[in-house]
């Protein structure tokens, strides 16, 4: 008999539902909020709000893509954090409601492990690698930046992580701040192609260690373009491709400095990518450059579930309901990783 899981994926701003079968993807579908563009970043109470209206369609969306009925699935997985709690909610009450209705189980999983498991997802028009166990993770996106060592499907440790911003973070606070848009992350990525990285030095941090920060390299760039602003007004418009490819130089430079370390340190050469800046063109390439030099067996995830997304979810919930785990009726959702 084949086990057939509902994904469930509500942490920020994109309400997701995936239906996947032994492992393979039916159906993966998204429904982006365009609400939060006016405001230069998420609203939490307007997410909560589009959820709620996102939530039952997106969910009959994939299982109509899926070809499959309600009655057919056989647990259902969702996201129980970190992420808004408002949001989180409409999720994790979703969830429980059909699993009552259905009598199938849910099953809780922690939204930076569908990340880091991404590449796990198959699909059968595609054949894709998945890492061999145990490998390191560079998780990145707007609110962690960490290195991950996965040594199975369930058990991870985190090496090393920011102190302060999240890579993503500082993409999207300097693209707001020069006026770019949001997110500033696909915004900065598209600029950079155009410029020379080499053009101009901003702070890298000397943090001990594995962990990362962002905050003083974020600071640098807003000072530097700040006292440009005031020499020549037209700085900005005039140098804005130069300015993003060397920014974002700035910050892979930061991101592949440790975990080159973690590398070193672990002996891992299976070497992963996730999160929304793993969609990021200037770091899929200079990970890929990294691990030919090295002799990393790298895999890049594809673009459609670097950022937040459903399929991840039904994946890690999938390993976890082979392995028996069910989750009680009674959870709530949580929004830092510290409570999960
Ligand atoms: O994982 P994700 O979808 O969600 C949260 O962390 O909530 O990541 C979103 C982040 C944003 O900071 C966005 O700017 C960044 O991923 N991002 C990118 C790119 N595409 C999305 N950053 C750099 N380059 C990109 N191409």
């Known amino acids: 008999?084949?086990?057939?899981?509902?994904g469930i994926e509500s942490s920020c701003d994109d309400t997701s539902a995936?239906?996947?079968?032994?492992?393979y993807l039916l159906s993966n579908v998204i429904a982006s909020q365009q609400v939060h563009k006016d405001y230069g970043?998420?609203?939490?109470?307007?997410?909560?709000?589009?959820h709620e209206q996102n939530i039952v369609p997106v969910v009959s969306q994939a299982l109509v893509k899926a070809g499959l009925e309600a009655s057919d699935i056989n647990a259902i997985a969702f996201t129980r954090g970190p992420g808004l709690l408002g949001s989180l909610l409409v999720g994790t009450s979703f969830a429980k409601a059909?699993?009552?209705a259905l009598d199938v189980p849910i099953i809780m999983v922690n939204h930076l492990q569908g990340h880091i498991l991404a590449n796990f997802v198959k699909q059968y028009d595609k054949p894709s690698a998945a890492p061999k166990f145990p490998y390191l993770c560079l998780l990145v996106s707007g609110g962690n930046s960490q290195i991950v060592r996965v040594d199975d499907p369930i058990h991870y440790e985190i090496l090393g992580q920011t102190i302060d911003d999240a890579v993503g973070e500082a993409f999207d606070k300097c693209s707001k701040m020069m006026g770019l848009g949001y997110p500033g992350g696909p915004?900065?990525?598209r600029l950079a192609k155009l410029g020379d990285p080499e053009k101009y030095k901003f702070a890298k941090p000397h943090i001990p260690g594995l962990d990362?920060?962002?905050?003083g390299v974020k600071t640098s760039l807003l000072y530097f373009v700040r006292d440009e602003m005031e020499k020549d007004p037209e700085f900005m418009e005039k140098n804005k491709e130069d300015i993003c490819a060397s920014f974002q130089k700035t910050l892979i430079d930061i991101l592949m400095d440790k975990l080159i370390k973690a590398v070193r340190q672990t002996g891992i050469k299976e070497v992963t990518i996730g999160g929304g800046v793993s969609a990021n063109s200037g770091l899929r390439g200079r990970i890929t450059e990294e691990g030919q030099k090295r002799g990393w067996n790298t895999y890049l995830p594809e673009f459609k579930f670097t950022t937040d997304n459903a399929a991840m979810i039904a994946i890690a919930g999938y390993?976890?309901?082979?392995?028996?785990?069910?989750?009680p009726l009674d959870v709530a959702p949580v929004s830092r990783i510290a409570d999960f």
């Open 319 to 327: 390993f976890r309901y082979l392995k028996g785990e069910r989750t």
């Open 212 to 215: 990362y920060s962002f905050s």
């Open 187 to 189: 915004v900065i990525d």
């Open 18 to 23: 995936a239906v996947i079968k032994d492992g």
């Open 1 to 6: 008999m084949s086990d057939i899981i509902l």
């Open 41 to 50: 970043g998420v609203v939490p109470e307007l997410a909560s709000r589009a």
């Open 98 to 100: 059909l699993s009552v």
